[in-house]
């Protein structure tokens, strides 16, 4: 099972920090990310991480803004969002690969097996 926590209310410029913990397995041999949706919209990714933290990617709409971490020994990841703008809102999701020991950074909705219940993150301008 994977929470989400961390979201609220902020203003332009703000900064948040997601936490996504496990809980009831662990998810240190695989890949995580983070994808969000917004009213209307589809879900899209935001970030990955590798399982051992080799590699991480992040979409373009949020490079030089958002960090993706994660801690295997406490079964958490992060995303750190700095200078955060009203287009980010949505709610946010952190996922788990399907497959253990990817290679590659997962970044498709099909690459993802376990899902979180998401956390709401809104940006007012």
């Known amino acids: 099972q994977l929470l989400e926590s961390g979201g609220g209310l902020v203003q332009a410029g703000d900064s948040l920090r997601l936490e996504c913990a496990a809980s009831g397995r662990s998810f240190s041999n695989y890949g995580l990310g983070w994808f969000r949706q917004a009213p209307g919209k589809e879900r899209e990714f935001v970030a990955a991480i590798t399982w051992n933290s080799r590699a991480t990617q992040l979409a373009d709409s949020v490079k030089g803004r958002f960090t993706i971490s994660r801690d295997n020994a406490n079964n958490m990841m992060y995303l750190q969002m700095n200078s955060l703008k009203p287009e980010d809102t949505a709610v946010y999701y952190c996922?788990?690969?399907?497959?253990?020991?990817?290679?590659?950074?997962?970044?498709?909705?099909?690459?993802?097996?376990?899902w979180g219940q998401g956390t709401q993150v809104t940006v007012s301008s």
């Open positions: 996922a788990a690969e399907e497959a253990p020991f990817g290679y590659n950074v997962p970044r498709y909705i099909d690459d993802f097996g376990s």
